[in-house]
């Protein structure tokens, strides 16, 4: 039987409260659970990096051999996003694994319209972690609401004994074992881990430049001790993804008042309530924003936070409210600070509102690089090209 260590008040490690009040290590909860044959888990592969959670516990985030955990808003909604991400890899001549036989982490279910059940939604997560673990690559994942709940999904297993003996036998008949990561590691962790080399490639001046920074709520709300946080960003009182890279980049993070509002999506409303979920997120974070920081770009990491931060401002300007601030992942920006094409790579295109001067304060000249990009698009239309290659895409 699994026994959770209880910890003294002044350890600070990867943990969670129970009933009593008392902290318990998940870490050791995990490993445990492995040696009473529970689960298999799989370690984090070096070379990895550690990074500070909020609690000081140290967090592995591997470098290369990742499996990665694509987002449906993204790929849907923002392509660009992802192929960011990927193009950073392969700029740094990572080994990574772009899989075709994942599944969405169907939180959609979970959070918004709760049409699924305990055992299904973890049996997603215990399946996609067992398809990495069977190709011998560790879960990135690139979406915070996946992150979010596979760190939920986690803890439950670790403190429910039945709902592991069902995950358990679903991944029976699917033929796949019990798999458990070392650890959930979401991108922006990985992104911020290679902040030094990302700058040491850097070909864009980005000093002129003044951002604001979203922490997505599913990010650093969800299981916060997991969260990773710095002692020189904002005295390790916020999260250090996004703002970190951003600082490494030479960019100036300007502070807001509503920093920790949500963005707007919030999951149910985004779906029942849409206009509550626009005026919300022009009101309370984009206006805001623009009113006490006048920043060139705001940046965030979780795909429905770039969507709804990016495509509510229509409505606002409808309204003649202060909005017309570009939104961007933090992939995107380390990416176009390396030179990749905003339009082949980030594909800014497919943003709403309107970033061209914020390439032009870059000294991108927009128009240009739009007829580059138009170019492959016509060798596409041409039959010439089956897709854009990597080497089409430079």
Same mark, same amino acid.
Request: contains cysteine; charged residues 25%; aromatic residues 10%.
């Given at each position: 039987?699994?026994?959770?260590?209880?910890?003294?008040?002044?350890?600070?490690?990867?943990?969670?409260?129970?009933?009593?009040?008392?902290?318990?290590?998940?870490?050791?909860?995990?490993?445990? +659970?492995? /040696?009473?044959?529970?689960?298999?888990?799989?370690? &984090?592969?070096?070379?990895?990096?550690? %990074?500070?959670? @909020?609690?000081?516990?140290?967090?592995?985030?591997?470098?290369?051999?990742?499996?990665?955990?694509?987002?449906?808003?993204?790929?849907?909604?923002?392509p660009g996003y992802s192929a960011s991400i990927f193009w950073l890899n392969r700029e740094f001549g990572l080994d990574y694994h772009d899989?075709?036989?994942?599944?969405?982490?169907?939180?959609?279910?979970?959070?918004?319209?709760?049409?699924?059940?305990?055992?299904?939604?973890?049996?997603?997560?215990?399946?996609?972690?067992?398809?990495?673990?069977?190709?011998?690559?560790?879960?990135?994942?690139?979406?915070?609401?996946?992150?979010?709940?596979?760190?939920?999904?986690?803890h439950a297993l670790v403190?429910?004994?039945?709902?592991?003996?069902?995950?358990?036998?679903?991944?029976?008949? +699917?033929? /796949?074992?019990?798999?458990?990561?070392?650890?959930? &590691?979401?991108?922006?962790?990985?992104? %911020?881990?290679? @902040?030094?080399?990302?700058?040491e490639r850097q070909q864009l001046d980005m000093s002129m430049i003044t951002a604001t920074v979203h922490p997505a709520c599913h990010y650093h709300k969800l299981i916060e001790d997991d969260a990773i946080y710095d002692s020189e960003i904002y005295g390790a009182q916020r999260t250090a993804i996004i703002s970190g890279t951003l600082k490494a980049l030479g960019i100036n993070v300007a502070d807001y008042s509503t920093w920790f509002d949500c963005c707007g999506f919030g999951f149910r409303h985004i779906l029942v309530s849409r206009d509550f979920s626009r005026s919300f997120s022009v009101q309370r974070k984009i206006g805001v924003m623009i009113e006490e920081a006048n920043p060139d770009v705001?940046?965030?990491?979780?795909?429905?936070?770039?969507?709804?931060?990016?495509?509510?401002?229509?409505?606002? /300007?409808a309204h003649d409210k202060k909005v017309g601030l570009p939104v961007m992942s933090?992939?995107?920006?380390?990416?176009?600070?390396?030179?990749?094409h905003p339009y082949k790579v980030l594909q800014l295109h497919w943003?709403?509102?309107?970033?061209?001067?914020?390439?032009?304060?870059?000294?991108?000249?927009?128009?240009?690089?739009?007829?580059?990009?138009?170019h492959e698009i016509q060798k596409i239309k041409d039959g010439k090209n089956e897709y854009m290659s990597w080497e089409d895409a430079k």
């Open positions: 039987m699994l026994h959770l260590p209880v910890l003294k008040a002044d350890e600070r490690k990867h943990s969670m409260d129970t009933d009593k009040g008392e902290k318990v290590d998940l870490t050791d909860a995990i490993f445990q +659970l492995e /040696k009473e044959g529970e689960w298999i888990v799989q370690r &984090v592969p070096e070379p990895y990096i550690e %990074l500070d959670t @909020k609690y000081g516990r140290k967090k592995k985030i591997p470098i290369e051999h990742t499996w990665h955990h694509k987002s449906c808003g993204q790929c849907g909604h923002i899989p075709t036989n994942q599944t969405s982490c169907t939180a959609w279910n979970y959070y918004a319209s709760a049409t699924s059940n305990p055992e299904a939604q973890a049996a997603v997560a215990i399946r996609n972690f067992a398809s990495a673990y069977e190709v011998g690559y560790f879960p990135l994942i690139h979406c915070g609401t996946s992150f979010g709940h596979y760190k939920e999904v986690r403190h429910q004994p039945e709902l592991r003996r069902k995950v358990k036998a679903i991944m029976e008949k +699917l033929g /796949k074992p019990f798999v458990i990561p070392e650890e959930i &590691v979401h991108y922006s962790e990985w992104v %911020l881990a290679m @902040k030094d080399r990302i700058a705001t940046v965030t990491h979780d795909t429905g936070c770039v969507t709804t931060l990016d495509q509510s401002q229509f409505a606002g /300007k933090d992939s995107q920006m380390a990416a176009l600070a390396m030179g990749a943003h709403n509102t309107d970033n061209k001067a914020f390439l032009e304060k870059l000294g991108i000249d927009h128009e240009k690089k739009w007829s580059e990009f138009q």
